[in-house]
């Protein structure tokens, strides 16, 4: 998987609170997410690596 952050939106990117990522699966699937904490950010990156190995 890959995580890739926006440095472009406004309220995401580095030094802030908050961030913007699209994650990428090993299909090319993408998923963009929503503004959010960087905390709810990294439990949405573990649901989706819990997932993988669950599938």
């Known amino acids: ?6 440095i472009q939106d406004k309220g995401a990117g ?8 699209t994650l ?3 299909n ?3 998923s963009p997410m929503e503004l959010k904490s960087k905390e ?3 439990n949405d990156i573990l649901i989706k690596i819990i997932a993988h190995y669950d599938a």
């Open 14 to 21: 580095f030094g802030g609170t908050t961030n913007k990522v």
């Open 24 to 26: 990428i699966d090993s």
């Open 1 to 6: 998987m890959i995580v890739l952050n926006s």
């Open 28 to 30: 090319f699937n993408l």
């Open 40 to 42: 709810e950010v990294a």
